[in-house]
């Protein structure tokens, strides 16, 4: 079966597409976080507490439902599993540097005969370094040699070199800012994204990042527990090898919006639940010889479940 009719095959029945409108989960989850901050400020335990920072070591799955494909009779479900693991801690020139491993594993199901169901991988080495110019300014380097492919696809396409530089600004006040870019496959394609952000922090247990391509409120409750909502990206692209092995470009697209809970376990190192949606998704087939076809997916219930350290 040739690539060209895997992609045409997405198109070869007539579905009642669904309204692919920006989410108002989102709203809902914020509305619901900021009722919680306030109910639970009143009620923290120690004032000592801090929020968890991003997971920097752990196990992080994410289970996406099903749901139409605009054209096609037939429903994509999702799940992406990733291990995280920083290799060690290194004073390099008055730097930080933090060698990392992380694997990525995302499965594209969909019960048809030319698709069927694929498994791809993202194989990445970031190569994380800071440095702290004064007391106020920052920077952090991160490079990233990575492999995007379902391991049988090894041709040039399926290598990156991506990173970011982030610039940020802290002084005694409340208020932080963070400005930078980085060059990634999150938004379906290898290429550079914007990045900024905004961060207001009234008392160590509340926290406001406000910026792109991620904004998140959180607030420790107490010793154990924490609450937060987010906005992000979801996406990636991969090279694989069809039946009839020709190599192929699959680019995925979305934005998720969840309303979370942590469980601290011990120490820094929490278990998290996430419940929300996706939406505004996209998928693409394209082989080398083929004009890129896009295809709309329906909005749809997605669950993340992660355990980790988050200094």
């Known amino acids: ?80 599993s990733s291990l995280h693991l920083p290799i060690g801690k290194y004073d390099v020139l008055g730097q930080i540097f933090v060698p990392q491993m992380a694997i ?28 702290k110019y004064n007391d106020n300014w920052t920077r952090i380097l991160n490079i990233t040699p990575s492999w ?40 379906g394609k290898y290429k550079p994204v914007p990045m900024a952000a905004y961060s207001y922090q009234p008392n160590p247990q509340t926290r406001y990042d406000l910026g792109f391509p991620v904004t998140k409120i959180e607030h420790r409750a107490n010793q154990n527990w924490s609450v937060f909502s987010a906005l992000a990206p979801l996406g990636g692209n991969w090279r694989y090898e069809s039946q009839d092995n020709q190599r192929v470009n699959l680019s995925y697209t979305s934005w998720i919006a969840t309303l979370g809970v942590r469980r601290n376990l011990i120490d820094k190192f929490w278990l998290t639940l996430e419940a929300g949606r996706t939406f505004e998704r996209e998928i693409d087939l394209n082989d080398d010889t083929s004009t890129s076809q896009k295809n709309d997916i329906a ?13």
């Open 104 to 131: 990525e594993q995302t499965i594209f199901k969909l019960p048809s005969p030319n698709f069927d169901q694929k498994t791809m991988y993202s194989i990445k080495l970031p190569m994380l370094f800071i440095e």
């Open 148 to 187: 995007h492919t379902d391991l049988k696809a090894k041709d040039e396409e399926s290598y990156s070199l991506m990173g970011l530089i982030l610039w940020r600004y802290k002084d005694e006040s409340p208020h932080s800012y963070t400005v930078g870019a980085g060059i990634n496959r999150l938004f």
């Open 299 to 311: 909005d749809a219930s997605i669950i993340m479940l992660s355990v980790g350290l988050h200094p």
């Open 1 to 80: 079966m040739s690539t060209s009719t895997e992609i045409k095959y997405f198109s070869k029945s007539p579905l009642n597409k669904a309204v692919l409108t920006p989410s108002s989960t989102f709203l809902v989850c914020l509305a619901v976080a900021i009722l919680m901050l306030t109910s639970m400020t009143t009620f923290a335990e120690d004032i000592t507490l801090v929020t968890p920072s991003p997971i920097a070591m752990g196990m992080k799955h994410y289970d996406i439902g099903k749901a139409g494909i605009s054209g096609s009779e037939y429903e994509l479900s999702m799940q992406r």
